[in-house]
């Protein structure tokens, strides 16, 4: 029989967005009301990364605990599945008794597995399934009258612009992820514990918000990208390419272009802010919020033109850091001392990563952890714990390649050799780059060491001789079309 006094767990997954962006973490433009009282009241990660920042291996990290090299996944595959024999979070709470139930973007592959879930309702923005079917959202507008609109904003997936939604707010895929999460909390199992997994996919490109989500910030002053020391010498050869795909060359001197995707982008995670309030809401007056735990994340973050550069996939603190919130029941606080001498805490001193949700999870649940997990339980570190989660972690995509003590992050590119090295602590946005002054070489030594020790044990030909090395360009600096990127479907 589940055990009906186990905690509840609620999840909020966000769709590339930047650490930094909340007004929790002293952001002076952004307005997360309802988020900052996840990790006000809790415990934030300023220091939490995705080991491969980019959507499907950062989700089956997630999912599973494992890195990028356990999962076999460095970069972006679509048609890769979880691996087999391992288990999955969700499946390890099913077995326990909770009722468990994800609604949003799951990116997975096939597109219709549950992953362990009871129930998933999805939402994969414009894709249809490998069977040409169409995701649950997208049949929930057809039933609406409203599938012609879906995509009539004219901004591809994955392309770079801003529009206003053509779908009206009460349809819009934020809010659809929030009313149904609300529905689930309202229709659960009272004699079961949930896990509740809402997944947004904004702010992910393309920018389309709400206007009245946009008005919020439409006149509003922006604070522009910083360009670091190094980015003109030093612009890895990913990001070349991205320019030329996106045309972005165009944008640099153009007087609105970078400041109103910079609004729009702020729009759309004020909007996930208000449903996660909503959804907070109906936590409360579901008489579920004593016993509840509350985390948000997302998968990877965006570079949002610092240092001339956007999206991800790049080792950079834009790009693969990533939120990292854990907010306990206030009965568990009060029932724990450490818990409540230490929290509520911006931790800046732990290096943690998105490998380390399903075992805090399972400690949570008091589920046993399998033992050859990457990722380790962060309840420690709500109890004042000093001691190290990890020493390292390195990060991932392609050729571009990264690896960070929590206070130190340097970044190698195994197309080019290029190299930097930043202080977090002193340079949150990178904009110094110490690789090569002389007071800072223990520290670039040391980190080199690391990544290459690691990537040595997995047999990465970049590992060579107790030296990283250069093995030639894999993105080719060339314009290319957007082919799939554009709207195939959903004309007006």
């Keep these: 029989m589940p055990d009906s006094s186990q905690p509840n767990i609620l999840v909020f997954c966000l769709d590339q967005i930047r650490q930094d962006w909340f007004s929790l973490h002293g952001h002076p433009f952004v307005r997360t009301p309802h988020i900052d009282t996840i990790g006000g009241a809790g415990i934030s990660f300023d220091r939490a990364v995705s080991q491969c920042p980019t959507c499907i291996p950062a989700r089956q990290s997630l999912m599973t605990g494992l890195d990028p090299w356990s999962i076999n996944m460095t970069r972006n595959i679509g048609k890769q599945t979880f691996p087999e024999g391992r288990p999955k979070l969700a499946e390890l709470l099913s077995d326990a008794g909770y009722q468990t139930y994800a609604v949003g973007k799951m990116h997975c592959y096939p597109s219709r597995d549950r992953l362990g879930f009871d129930d998933i309702e999805n939402d994969e923005e414009y894709r249809l399934d490998e069977n040409g079917k169409p995701h649950d959202y997208e049949q929930y507008l057809r039933d609406q009258g409203l599938a012609h609109r879906m995509s009539s904003h004219g901004v591809g997936p994955n392309q770079y612009g801003w529009r206003l939604d053509s779908v009206p707010e009460e349809h819009s895929p934020t809010h659809w992820v929030g009313d149904r999460a609300c529905r689930f909390l309202e229709r659960r199992d009272p004699t079961r514990p949930f896990f509740l997994y809402a997944s947004f996919r904004q702010p992910h490109p393309p920018f389309v918000m709400q206007p009245a989500f946009w008005e919020m910030y439409r006149d509003k002053e922006v604070p522009m990208p910083v360009y670091g020391d190094w980015c003109e010498e030093k612009q890895p050869i990913h990001w070349q390419s991205l320019h030329q795909k996106h045309r972005t060359h165009l944008w640099w001197d153009h007087p609105h272009e970078i400041p109103d995707n910079i609004r729009a982008y702020a729009a759309m995670i004020s909007h996930i802010d208000a449903m996660i309030g909503m959804v907070l809401g109906q936590l409360k007056e579901s008489g579920l919020a004593n016993n509840t735990w509350i985390l948000l994340t997302g998968d990877h973050g965006e570079m949002l033109f610092d240092h001339k550069g956007f999206a991800k996939a790049t080792p950079f603190r834009g790009s693969a850091g990533v939120p990292f919130m854990i907010r306990p029941p206030v009965r568990d606080v009060i029932q724990n001392e450490g818990m409540e001498r230490t929290l509520p805490c911006i931790n800046r001193s732990h290096a943690v990563s998105l490998t380390d949700l399903m075992p805090t999870l399972l400690d949570i649940a008091n589920i046993e952890i399998p033992a050859d997990l990457d990722g380790k339980s962060l309840l420690p570190c709500l109890e004042g714990s000093e001691a190290v989660v990890h020493e390292t972690l390195p990060t991932v995509f392609n050729d571009n390649y990264g690896i960070t003590d929590g206070k130190y992050n340097y970044c190698w590119f195994g197309d080019n050799g290029l190299e930097m090295l930043f202080d977090h602590d002193e340079d949150p946005r990178e904009e110094r780059d110490l690789s090569e002054l002389p007071e800072y070489q223990?520290?670039?030594?040391?980190?080199?060491?690391?990544?290459?020790?690691?990537?040595?044990?997995?047999?990465?030909?970049?590992?060579?001789?107790?030296?990283?090395?250069?093995?030639?360009?894999?993105?080719?600096?060339?314009?290319?079309?957007?082919?799939?990127?554009?709207?195939?479907?959903?004309?007006?």
């Design 442 to 492: 223990e520290h670039r030594t040391r980190l080199r060491k690391a990544l290459h020790d690691h990537l040595a044990a997995q047999g990465d030909p970049r590992a060579q001789e107790g030296e990283l090395v250069v093995t030639g360009q894999t993105f080719p600096v060339k314009h290319s079309n957007l082919k799939d990127k554009a709207m195939h479907r959903g004309r007006c």
